[in-house]
Structure formats: C-alpha cells, structure tokens
C-alpha cells in the first residue's frame, strides 16, 4: 500500500488548499478513505472520512469549510480546504481505515496558514 499526499504550502487566513492523496496498492473503490492532521504540539486527529463518492462525514472542526472527495479514475482522494485558519495548520495525512488501525502512516503534507 502505497499513499502519497501533496499539495500543502503556506496560505493566507481565509485562503484555500487543495490536498491530494495518491493511492496505489489497494483496492481504491471498495477502501473507506480518511483524512486526519497533526498540529504542532498536538495529538493526530480525525478530519473527514469518504466511504463512498457520495457519502462522507467531517469533524466538527472541519465541517462546512473542508471537503473530501474521491476520483476512482485516478484513485485519488482529495481534500479542499476553504476559509482556513491558524488552527488547521499542521501536517495533513490520508491513510485507509485499515491503515489508521494498523498505525501505518505516510509522510502526510505540511499546511501552514499565517499572514
């Protein structure tokens, strides 16, 4: 199983990202797909999760300004990140829901959102 985030950089508060996550490995179609991040100073922690291309739910943190998304032709999995604030900067990960039980995880990709 490989995954492999990008996308993140340095971004003003109220400005946007889009994060990526290329999957490769697994069966993408059939894999719940997840998001979770690291602030510095903090405990990973959950942040959107995609069972399906239609079906997903967020964090309350999250919820109304982030959104995951799938496309099962690239088996990519994807984050937008609107109106971001100091408090969503840290280290972003994808994994699968098997792969945050086993504890494996992979670089991830670093948000910063300062002015």
């Known amino acids: 199983v490989q995954l492999v985030e990008s996308g993140g950089g340095l971004v003003p508060p109220g400005g946007s990202l889009r994060l990526s996550c290329a999957a490769s490995?697994?069966?993408?179609?059939?894999?719940?797909m997840v998001w979770y991040r690291e602030a510095p100073g903090k405990q990973r922690e959950w942040v959107a999760t995609s069972f399906s291309r239609d079906s997903m739910t967020y964090s309350t943190a999250v919820k109304g300004r982030f959104t995951i998304s799938r496309d099962y032709t690239k088996d990519t999995v994807y984050l937008q990140m609107n109106n971001l604030q100091p408090e969503d900067t840290g280290v972003y990960y994808c994994?699968?829901?098997?792969?945050?039980?086993?504890?494996?995880w992979g670089q991830g990709t670093r948000v910063n959102v300062s002015s």
């Open positions: 994994n699968t829901a098997s792969g945050v039980s086993a504890g494996t």
């Open positions: 490995g697994i069966i993408f179609t059939i894999n719940t």
